[in-house]
């Protein structure tokens, strides 16, 4: 048997490209986060806590998060195999110069194929659905200590945005094996 943990991470970007991968890269660690899901008319339907981890993996050129938190349908609980967990892939595409992003929910099934690029101070993840919307995710207002990461979709041709997911994050410390 092998360790396939130990072949996935790396401990640092790949030399060739640190520049590049430093967009994704400010957000290597560990983070509380606030999960707040809104309905179709903006009000919040979820508000629980989570953990966001974010880690450097195949040689440093790419970056993986595993975002964890309460699944609402299992009496809100945390525990392995109770909650709600999914995990994202990262890696900047030198040839068309954006990010290729790699959602998989795996407790909700969703499997998002997005693009990523920096826009002024904020970076989009963004995403056309099959029915032609455009969902759109921001990380925002970002420091070394904190974050806010938005998600909205557009319906009409990016007239109009609905809001329908928020989390503010805050960076842990590292811990003694970090």
Not at 41 to 55: L, V
Not at 125 to 141: A, N, P, Q, V, Y
């Amino acid at each position: 048997m092998f360790d396939i943990l130990e072949l996935l991470k790396a401990d640092a970007p790949h030399p060739e490209r640190r520049d590049e991968l430093m967009l994704f890269g400010q957000f290597i660690g560990k983070w509380n986060v606030r999960v707040v899901f809104y309905d179709e008319k903006g009000t919040p339907t979820y508000d629980q806590k989570g953990t966001w981890a974010f880690s450097w993996v195949l040689d440093g050129r790419a970056i993986q998060d595993v975002l964890i938190y309460p699944n609402p349908s299992q009496a809100m609980s945390a525990r392995a195999g109770e909650r709600r967990i999914g995990s994202t892939m990262r890696w900047y595409d030198q040839k068309n110069g954006l990010w290729r992003v790699i959602w998989m929910g795996v407790v909700s099934g969703d499997l998002g194929v997005m693009t990523g690029r920096q826009v002024g101070e904020e970076i989009w993840i963004e995403e056309r659905e099959k029915d032609g919307s455009l969902t759109r995710w921001i990380f925002k207002e970002i420091t070394h200590s904190s974050f806010h990461w938005k998600g909205t979709v557009s319906n009409d041709g990016e007239k109009t945005w609905k809001i329908d997911q928020e989390m503010w994050a805050k960076r842990l410390p590292p811990g003694p094996s970090e």
